[in-house]
């Protein structure tokens, strides 16, 4: 069994990296690409193993520096960017796939 980490700074990469191999960094073509879709996978996954709300997540991020260099955050998103990219996502079932063996990259939508 893998050991689990409580470091949210090594949980984060973690989940930065399975974000990355099972999902596309935007949602759509058009989207303002202000963030990829791995790095709000990675404060969704903080805000779940950690209990604590979108805003809590965003507060965090304001405030520690390494967790944003860590992710890759030139900006801090706003709550309702996390609350609507986490309905995208379950909406989708792509949380699912970052949780299975994606091989590769999925392709942009068009």
Not at 22 to 32: E, G
Not at 34 to 46: M, R
Not at 94 to 101: E, N
């Amino acid at each position: 069994m893998a050991h689990a980490s409580k470091d949210p700074i090594a949980v984060a990469k973690m989940a930065l990296a399975a974000g990355g191999k099972a999902l596309p960094d935007y949602s759509h073509p058009k989207s303002p690409h202000k963030y990829t879709q791995p790095q709000l996978f990675a404060l969704l996954v903080l805000k779940q193993l950690f209990k604590i709300d979108y805003r809590g997540v965003v507060l965090w991020v304001e405030r520690w520096q390494e967790l944003r260099e860590a992710i890759g955050l030139k900006r801090v998103p706003n709550f309702s960017t996390l609350c609507r990219a986490e309905q995208r996502l379950l909406k989708k079932g792509a949380l699912s796939d970052c949780w299975t063996q994606p091989s590769t990259r999925h392709a942009t939508p068009a």
